[in-house]
């Protein structure tokens, strides 16, 4: 699960800096937030015991293309194509299109980047709020990839509010805080998630790094 005294100051700073209820019980560490994102995926969605098959749901394309080879089968991931709004000097941004977003009884969970790599879009506040209440409503967790986002490494320039409850898994990145080399994921995650990804890891990677 990661070294405890880093898991403990890290649910610290999250819990003082915006009252999330969290403890070092929410975090888990990964080498590496990609590594984190194998596990989670393949908790979550592929070939289901009772034969039928689950796929992460991606509400806004094009994503990261990471992602692409993650699942363990085939027809992994879904998506829906976003809407396009033009901007001045020749810009534009993409948008969720919730008309269009359909969530089916396949569908183990959204998942979205913010930003998105490579275009360097970000959700709208309002845009994750939709998103989280059809998660729940689904009973599925959102996903959201915040590598390059918030609450660090914050390299964003939009504005936008960190965003995270026991329904969101939440993954951050040391490594665009200019520690690459470190290979540090962490999972910001209920206990329930937190305690399956756990047990998972210890078998993917049986321990992190703790530098």
């Given at each position: 699960?990661?070294?405890?005294?880093?898991?403990?100051?890290?649910a610290?700073?999250?819990?003082q800096?915006?009252?999330?209820?969290?403890?070092?019980?929410?975090?888990?560490?990964?080498?590496?937030?990609?590594?984190?994102?194998?596990?989670l995926?393949?908790m979550?969605?592929?070939?289901?015991?009772?034969?039928?098959?689950?796929?992460?749901?991606?509400?806004?394309?094009?994503e990261?293309l990471?992602?692409?080879?993650?699942?363990?089968c085939?027809?992994f991931?879904?998506?829906?194509?976003?809407s396009?709004?033009?901007?001045?000097?020749?810009?534009?941004?993409y948008?969720?299109?919730?008309?269009?977003?359909?969530?089916?009884?396949?569908t183990?969970?959204l998942?979205?980047?913010?930003?998105t790599?490579?275009?360097?879009?970000?959700l709208?506040?309002?845009?994750i709020?939709h998103?989280?209440?059809?998660?729940?409503?689904?009973?599925?967790?959102?996903?959201?990839?915040?590598?390059?986002?918030?609450?660090f490494?914050?390299?964003l320039?939009e504005k936008?509010?960190?965003?995270?409850?026991?329904?969101?898994?939440?993954?951050?990145?040391?490594?665009?805080?200019?520690?690459?080399?470190v290979?540090?994921?962490?999972?910001?995650?209920?206990?329930?998630?937190?305690?399956?990804?756990?047990?998972?890891?210890?078998?993917?990677?049986?321990?992190?790094?703790?530098?």
């Amino acid at each position: 699960q990661g070294d405890m005294e880093f898991r403990e100051q890290l649910a610290a700073f999250l819990k003082q800096q915006f009252d999330w209820p969290l403890t070092r019980n929410n975090i888990a560490i990964s080498n590496g937030s990609q590594s984190a994102f194998f596990v989670l995926y393949n908790m979550f969605a592929g070939h289901m015991p009772d034969g039928s098959q689950r796929a992460i749901h991606l509400p806004l394309a094009p994503e990261y293309l990471g992602y692409a080879n993650t699942g363990l089968c085939d027809n992994f991931f879904t998506a829906t194509r976003p809407s396009i709004e033009l901007l001045d000097q020749n810009l534009f941004k993409y948008h969720v299109d919730f008309s269009r977003l359909e969530v089916g009884e396949d569908t183990a969970a959204l998942c979205v980047s913010r930003p998105t790599n490579p275009t360097g879009n970000v959700l709208t506040d309002a845009e994750i709020a939709h998103l989280d209440a059809i998660a729940r409503a689904r009973d599925i967790p959102l996903i959201i990839d915040g590598a390059y986002g918030l609450p660090f490494p914050n390299i964003l320039f939009e504005k936008a509010s960190p965003h995270w409850n026991d329904n969101t898994i939440l993954a951050l990145s040391l490594s665009k805080l200019g520690l690459p080399g470190v290979r540090t994921g962490i999972i910001v995650a209920s206990e329930e998630i937190v305690n399956a990804y756990t047990r998972a890891n210890t078998i993917v990677s049986l321990a992190c790094g703790n530098l």
